[in-house]
């Protein structure tokens, strides 16, 4: 038995215009408030890119939606003179969370572990709780990260997570139950490669998996709010 809810964490990745975001929230809404459901077991973290994020957390608050905020990235330096950056303390009023280390990022833009090292301090600085990802269950996870998602990378989707094999939530369940057992400190351990509403609440009843994060699967209101449903034994 989980004794905190179970996490899904939507990632939007490099996706949607300020337009797009707002009629996903118009979306969202209305498929909520004309079927709100039970999301006691569950925490929704929605993962916009930084240009959304004042609005989503604006919509947010006005349509009383049952979605917290986090950032897919940080930078690794303080506020200053680093043109192009956003600083952990610049997003910290409208994030509790950020993902640091997505595959993405360390294979496009060549993150190193010493920069990550650096991205963690300065969320930690900021009271943003740091979503570590790794790609392989023996990868090192540093100490002040308590929520760490696991994703192979070869289960994550180029955006349509049905067109994608998920690892099986036998396998993820298993991973998780290892790295859970290397961690010198408690973590959650979140699942992440082509989850779908239509799979997700089998990696729900796995005992070591803390929660999902979505890709593909958050970009359609409709999708996500499905996945949610699901995932939430409604
Ligand atoms: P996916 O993305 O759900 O589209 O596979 C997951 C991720 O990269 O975090």
Redesign the pocket.
Known sequence: MRNSPFMIIG?W?SNKTVVEALSWFEEFNSLWKKEPFDTTKTQVILCPAYIHLKNAADLIKSYELPVELGAQDLSAYPNGTYTGEVSAEMVGDLVKFSIIG???RRKFLHETEGELALKIKEAISAQISPIYCIQDKSMLIPEDCQIV?Y?PVW???H?D?YQ?KPETPENADFAAGEIKKSCNHAVQVIY????TPENVASYVTKPNIDGV?????SLKADVFYRLIQNASGN
Do not use: F
């Open positions: 990632n990745k997505h595959s993405e998602a994703e289960a994550i989707s955006g997570p994608t992440g490669g082509s989850t994060l979505p890709g593909g699967a």
